[in-house]
C-alpha cells in the first residue's frame, strides 16, 4: 500500500497562537498527515500569509472555516481534505466542529471541548449521528508512562484505589498580563467571551481532572470546589482546589492555578491503591514512580523493555533518549491517524491506536467545569458531578 | 562559666515507645541536658529496666508520673529536674503536664498538646499562670531549610502571599495494623480512648498545620474538611483533605492521609506569593526551592553561607553534610535549653533561640484538629476556625 | 516570500536503522525540509519499499548512494535534490560525502564523521574546496540547555575554566549481543569492518568529546586513556576512560562505557572555573544547573525568558513542555536549513543559525578516536593530541 | 545489666576545629560513650576552657596527649579512661595513637591514619602487638544504604563486577583561602607539615578510595594517576583523578577535587557488574539506586523492610525521616562501642558491630596517597598499587 498520508486541514492557528504550531509539530512528527487547506486567521491577509508559510496551494487558504468546510466538500474524494483540525479559542469550538462533521469530516479539537456543556453534549450526539472519528487534545494522556500509569492501575497491580492526588500548578498568570493585549495567550484565557464560564478550571483544571479519570479508571461522581479569582481585575477563575469523591467511594483532590508564581507546568498525579501507589510528573515525564507496600520504589522508563503495549507503542527511540510534550502531542495525532486508517481499510484498529481522548471525554470536561464553577458559588459543600446542568 | 547541663526528666517512653528515644536523642545531641530521672512505663518493671539501661539512679526511676513530679520537687535546687518531657499517648498528656509546671519545672511536650482543645487551652492558662517556659515538639520546624522559608516569607521577598499547598502522605495504615496489638504505634494512634477525636488528623495533620502557620505566618480563618476513615474496621480516620481560608484572605489546601500505600512521611509546603515561591519537602530536607517569577530557580542549601541566622543557628555541619530528622528535632531541645539557660541568667534570649513551638502553636493544633472533625461531618461548606469549639 | 521547503535525499535509513528513523523526524519536525529521494539499503526491494512507505516517487528511489547522486545532479535546479543526509554506518560515511559535496550538494553526515582520522582531513579539504555545507549530527549540542551551557562559559562567568568532567554511561552492550545478527545496532557498532577501529569510544566517546569541547571553548591537548574491551568475544573496546589536559593548562577526564549495566543513556557533563561550575545530563535535559561560589544554586530552564538567544531559539514550546532528544536533533536540522537558506539568499547567517556541528568538529572527533585508541595502547602515560596519527 | 557507657577521651578537638564536634556529636547519639577526660589544644589554657564548657572535671584535663594518656593509665580500671578518639591533624595522629595502644587502650583515629604509610604499617604492628580495638573513621561507610550497597555487591546480585566510579567533588578550596590564618580547616590541609605528602588526596581521595574497597570488595591493584596544584601558591595538591585497575581484572576512575567551585560535599559512588548496578551518593543518602538490566531502576530507602540487618542495625528512625551525616558518623561509634564491650564480656561481636574501618583500611588508605602522589610525577602509565614505597 505503501505511505497514505492523511490530508489534513486547520482551522485556526494563526501567528501568535501557540496551541496551533504545537498542532502542526504534532501532525508533521509522525508523517502520517499533509497539510492541505486551513483557515489561519479571521484576517483573511494574516490567514493567506500563514498558509503561504506553511507551503499551502493558494486556492486551499481559506477566508472563513464555512468556507473551507464547504469548498472542500465539494472536491474529489482523492483530493478534499479528510481530517479537520479546529485550535481556535473554546467560543469557536462547537460551530466549526458541528460543520466538519457533518460534511463527513473526521475531526480533531483542542481542549476542553465547546463553550459550554449544553454545546458538548450537542456535539457528542452529532458524533454518533455522523459515525466520523472525534479527537480531543488533551496532550498529557499521550504520554507513554502516563498510559503505562493507565496499565498498572487497570492490572489491578495497586489493589482497590483509595486516594488520588492531582495537581496542575502554573504561574504565567500570577500578574495581571491580560491588559494590553500584547500577551495573545492571556486575553482570550481570562475573556468569559472566548474562554466561557471558567479560566483555569477549563483551561488547565479539565487536563487534571481528563488525566486523574483516565489513569484511574474511575469517574468523579461528587465534588466540592474552592474556585478563586486572586488576580484583581481578572473576569475569570485563576485558581481552584476541588475535593472528589469516586465511583468506588475513594476520595480524592485537584488542584489546578494559574497564580503560582515561579511555576511552570508541572502537572502530576498520585494514585494509591491498597498494594501500593504511584506517581507521574510531567517536569520528569519519562519515569513512572511504582511505591509498591513494603518494597523498593520502582522507576519505570520510557523505552524499558518491560513496559506495556500501550507505553511501547507510543515511543520512538531506545530508553534514555528523552521525549517530551511534542512527542506526547504527536501519539494522539498517530493514534487518530491509525485509528482512521484502520476505518478506512475496514479494519479493527487495536486498543493501543483507539486510546486516545475523544467526545466523551469532552463532555466529561465541559461537565467537570461547570461542575465545579457552579460548586465554587455554593454553600452546599458536596454536589453530585451531573451532565445535566 | 563552663559547662551546664540542664537537668532532664522523662515521662513516657518505654520499650517499643518511638518517639521516647527520639526524645532522648534529641536531648543528647547538643550536650544540653542530662537525664537524670523518669518513669518509663505504668508497669513499675518495665519503667526500672529501661530507667537502668539508660543509665539513670536506681531511686530516680519512678513508677508514675505523679510519684516523679511529686518527689522531684523535694529534691534541692541543684540536684531536681528542671525539664520534664512528656512522651506519653495523647491521653496522657495534660494532666503531667500540667503538674510539671504547677510544680515549678518546665515542659517538653510531645505533639498534639492534649487530648482535646479544652485541655490545651487550659494548659496554656497553666503555663501563663505558672511563668514556667514550654516546648511543643513539631519537628518540622526545627529544619534548618523550614526556618528559613518562614524567613523568606517574612522578608517580604514573595510578596503577598497568594496560595499555600501543604501535604503529609504516609501510608503505613494503609492496612489494618491495629488488630494484633503488635504494633504498638498503630493502636494508640487508632484508639479514640488514647489519641482523641482525631486519627491521621491528629497525628500528621497538625504537623501540617503548624508548618503550614510557621512558614507562612499565617493563620488559618476557615475550612472546609472532607474526612475519611479508609480501612475498614478502623474507629478513627485515617485520610483528609482540607480547603483552607487564611488571614490574608487567600486560599490553601492541606493534605494529610496515612494510607496512601508505598509513602514513606514526605511532608511538603509550597507557599506562593505575587513575586514568586518556595517549596520544601522531608525527602530532600537540606535544599529550600526558591521560585521568583521569570528568574532561575534557586535552590538554598543547608550549611549557606548566605542563610539567615535563623537556618545558620540550627546547623551542625558545613554544607554538604547532610542534616535530617534526628538534628531537627535536637534543633527544638536546644532552642529551648538556650532559652532556659537565659531565663536562667535573666537574660533576653535571642530570637533564634525563641524559634521553637510553644502552647500558642499547641492550642492551635487542637483547635485544628477539633474544627478539621467538625467541619467532615458537616454538611455546611465553610466554617470558620474557632477556639471555642 | 512564504514557503520554501529545502528537498532532503537519505542515504541509509532502511528497515531496522534506529537512526536513520530520527533523522526523517528531525528533517519534518519544523517543516523546513522535504523528503524527495533516497536509497535507503544495499537491497534494492528493501530500499524500494522504505521508499515507498515514505511516499518517495518510484523515480527517486534508488538502487545505490552512486546512482542518487549522479541522476539527481541530472536533475533541474528546481528539482533536484538539494541536501544529503548520510545514515550509513561508520564505513560508508567517507565516499557518498565525498560525490555528494562534488556534485554540488550540502552533506548531513552522522557521526562520527568517517572511518578514519585521514578520510575526515581529506572531507574537510573537499568542503573547503567544494564550498558546500556541512553539517554533523552531535545531537547533544542541539539541546538549548547545551548552548545555554556553551554561552555561559564564554560569558566568562565562570571564570578562568579549571575541570572539567563528561560522561556518558549506557548498559545496552553489557551482555554479548552481536552474535546473532538479530540486534543490527550491536552488530555493526562492533565490528571493525564497519566501524573503524573504535567501538564504544567512536560510538558515543567521540559524542562526550564534542559536548566537551563544545560546551568549554577548550581544546584537549594531550591525554592519557585506558581503554577496555570487558565482554568477552567483542573484537571492539566497549569501555574507556580518558584523562585530559586542555589549551588552557587546566585538566579533565572523560569516561564512556557501553557495559556499565543498568544504565541507560545519561551523558553529563560539568564545567568548574574560577568562580562557579554548572552541570548538565541528558536525564534532565531541561535544566542547567548553575553554581556559583557561594550562592544558592540556580536552575535554568529550557523557555526561561532569562536566557541566552542561543537557547532561546532552539525551544519550541513555553517552559514546563519538556522538549527532548528529537527535538535536540531537529534544532540541528534546521539551524542548518536556515544555514543554507541564508547562503541560497545570499545573506549572513545569525550565530545562532551556525550554531551546529561541521567538519572541523568531525576531524577533531576522529582524531579523538585514533589518539584514545593509540594511547590505550601505548605504556607512555600522556600523548599529545594530535591530527596526524 | 543496666547501662555501662564506655569511658571516652578525646585528643585534639579544641576551638575552631571542625571534625571535634562531629566527633563528639557522633560519641553522645547512642549513649554509648561517656566523655571523661580529654586534651583539645596545645594551648592549655585552651584546653582548659574547652574542658569544662564539656562539663570535664579540671584533673582529667590535659595538657598533653603524653600526660593524658600516663596518667589516666594510673587510675583505677574502674575509673581511667577506655578508649581514645583522637582528631588532631595528621602529623600527631601516630604518637598519641601509638601511646594510647601500648597503654592498654582502644583508638579511635580520623582519617587519613597517620602522616605516612611507613607510620600506618608500624601502627598495624603496635594493633596486633596489644591486641587493642581500633576504629577509623571512614564515615561513608557509616551510611545505612552504603552498608546495604556493600551487601548487594557481595551477594553476587550485581554478577561479576566490571566497572566502578567513585568521585569526590568540593569546591571550597577552589580559592586561596590558607593564606590568612583564619580557615584553620584550610591551613592544616595544605601545609604538608601537618598533612603530610598529600592535600586533596589524602584528606577526601582517601575517602572515595575507601569507599570504593569497601562497597566493592575489590581491591586496587594498578594505578595511573593525573594530580593537580590548581590553585596558585598552594603547597599541596587540590585535585586528582586516578584510572584504576582491581584485583578481578575489572577497571574505574576515581576523582577527587577540591577546586570545583559550587561543589559542596557529594562523593558519591557507582559499581557495576554483569547484571546489574548500583548507585549512592551522599546528595540523597537514604537512597540506594539499584539497576539491574531491563528491569525497573530499584529505589532501595534507609528503613525499608526488604533491607539486609547491616542496614537495618544502622538506622535508628523509620522510613521517610531521613538520617545523614552525624548518624552515619554515629554508627562508627556505635559499632566500636558494641564491639569493645562484646569483648569485654568476652562475646563475639556480630558481623554487623564488626563493620566499622579499622588499622588495614588505614594502612591502604596511606598506600592509596603514596601510591597516587608517586604516579602522579612518573611518566609510567600504569603503576602497581604497593605497600612498600
Known amino acids: 500500500m505503501g505511505n ?34 486551513g483557515v489561519f ?76 456543556l449544553a454545546e458538548a453534549i450537542e456535539l457528542k450526539k452529532i458524533c454518533e ?116 469523591k469516586f465511583s468506588n467511594g475513594s476520595s480524592g483532590v485537584l488542584m489546578a492555578t494559574q497564580i503560582a508564581s515561579g511555576e511552570e507546568n508541572n502537572i502530576k498525579i498520585r494514585v494509591y491503591g491498597q498494594q501500593g501507589g504511584l506517581e507521574w510528573q510531567q517536569s520528569d515525564a519519562n519515569t513512572l514512580k511504582l511505591m509498591m507496600a513494603d518494597k523498593p520504589v520502582q522507576l519505570l522508563r520510557t523505552g524499558g523493555s518491560y513496559l506495556s503495549s500501550f507505553a511501547g507503542q507510543n515511543t520512538r527511540t531506545p530508553a534514555g533518549h528523552p521525549e517530551g510534550y511534542l512527542e506526547a502531542f504527536a501519539n494522539l495525532y498517530r493514534n487518530f491517524a491509525q485509528t482512521i486508517k484502520a476505518s478506512l481499510a475496514s479494519q479493527q484498529p487495536s486498543p493501543e491506536q483507539l486510546d486516545f481522548p475523544g467526545i466523551e471525554e469532552g463532555v466529561r470536561g465541559m461537565a467537570f467545569i461547570e461542575n465545579v464553577i457552579r460548586s465554587g458559588k455554593s454553600d452546599q459543600k458536596w454536589s453530585s458531578f451531573s451532565l445535566e446542568i
Request: charged share 25%; hydrophobic share 40%.
Open 129 to 244: 449521528k455522523t459515525g466520523r472519528l472525534f479527537c480531543l487534545t488533551h496532550t498529557y494522556t499521550g504520554y507513554p508512562m502516563v498510559k503505562e500509569a493507565r496499565q498498572v492501575v487497570l492490572s489491578g497491580k495497586l489493589g482497590e484505589i483509595t486516594k488520588i492526588y492531582v495537581e496542575y500548578p502554573q504561574g504565567w498568570l500570577s500578574r495581571f498580563e491580560e491588559g494590553s493585549g500584547d500577551n495573545k495567550q492571556a486575553s482570550w484565557r481570562t475573556d468569559p467571551a472566548k474562554s466561557g464560564i471558567a479560566g483555569a478550571m477549563g483551561d488547565i483544571g479539565t487536563h487534571a481532572f481528563n488525566l486523574l479519570e483516565y489513569v484511574s479508571g474511575l469517574q468523579v461522581v461528587k465534588l466540592c470546589a474552592d474556585v478563586n479569582t486572586v488576580v484583581a481585575g481578572r473576569q475569570l477563575d485563576d485558581d481552584g482546589a476541588v475535593l472528589l
Open 4 to 37: 497514505m498520508k492523511l490530508r489534513l486541514g486547520m482551522i485556526g492557528g494563526g501567528p501568535g497562537a501557540f496551541i496551533g504550531a504545537i498542532h502542526r509539530i504534532a501532525a508533521r512528527m509522525d508523517d502520517e498527515y499533509s497539510l492541505v487547506c
Open 41 to 116: 486567521s479571521s484576517d483573511a491577509e494574516k490567514s493567506a500569509s500563514m498558509g503561504s508559510t506553511l507551503g499551502l496551494e493558494k486556492k486551499r487558504i481559506y477566508a472563513s472555516y464555512r468556507q473551507l468546510i464547504e469548498e472542500e466538500a465539494l472536491l474529489s474524494a482523492e483530493e478534499r481534505v479528510q481530517v479537520i483540525s479546529i485550535v481556535t479559542p473554546n467560543h469557536l469550538h462547537f460551530e466549526p466542529a458541528k460543520l466538519a462533521l457533518e460534511n463527513g469530516f473526521h475531526v480533531i479539537l483542542d481542549k476542553p471541548a465547546t463553550f459550554s
